[in-house]
């Protein structure tokens, strides 16, 4: 299991895998909601995925992220494969710098997510504009620097029903 990523000593409980599964799906759904193609939004999956593949590799991989992946390329009506690349990548890459990421603070860890969802916008950049899509501008790769910022409240949120207890059980071994 791993360590907090914070400066706690209490432990944290396995995450639930109802937990995971809601907050991808929630993600999904946040996806879904019709704001446009407004910059400063999140892409609310890309960010959920990260963050379960650095905290729960095992239970988060690219499996997932492949299933995501080929959801968002369906209800997006996007280039079939550009989600799912992107996703995988990120997975992959999130799944495999885990146990080094977590080592750092909250802060370092949020720099480093943000060149991971920088590549995987860019990923997906590329697969469009190879379909003929036009380059949509810079402003375009902000939704990276606003999920990369919410890294730390996300962290606490997501975290909190794994705390144990604080009461001390003189029963309980731990």
């Not at 960010?47 to 390329?73: E, N, R, S, Y």
């Amino acid at each position: 299991m791993n360590q907090p990523t914070h400066h706690s000593n209490r432990l944290l409980l396995p995450a639930r895998g109802w937990f995971i599964t809601a907050t991808l799906a929630l993600a999904l759904f946040l996806n879904l909601v019709p704001l446009g193609r407004l910059p400063f939004v999140p892409d609310w999956v890309a960010l959920m995925l990260t963050f379960w593949c650095i905290h729960q590799p095992v239970k988060v991989g690219m499996g997932t992220a492949f299933i995501l992946g080929l959801a968002m390329d369906v209800v997006d009506a996007s280039i079939m494969g550009q989600h799912v690349l992107a996703y995988v990548l990120l997975a992959f890459v999130g799944c495999g710098l885990s146990r080094r990421i977590l080592w750092f603070p909250l802060l370092l860890q949020a720099a480093h997510v943000l060149p991971m969802l920088l590549t995987s916008q860019l990923v997906m950049l590329l697969a469009r504009m190879t379909g003929g899509a036009e380059f949509p501008g810079l402003l375009w790769f902000a939704s990276s620097f606003v999920a990369a910022a919410l890294w730390h409240p996300l962290t606490y949120l997501l975290l909190l029903p794994q705390y144990r207890p604080v009461e001390r059980d003189d029963n309980r071994p731990i």
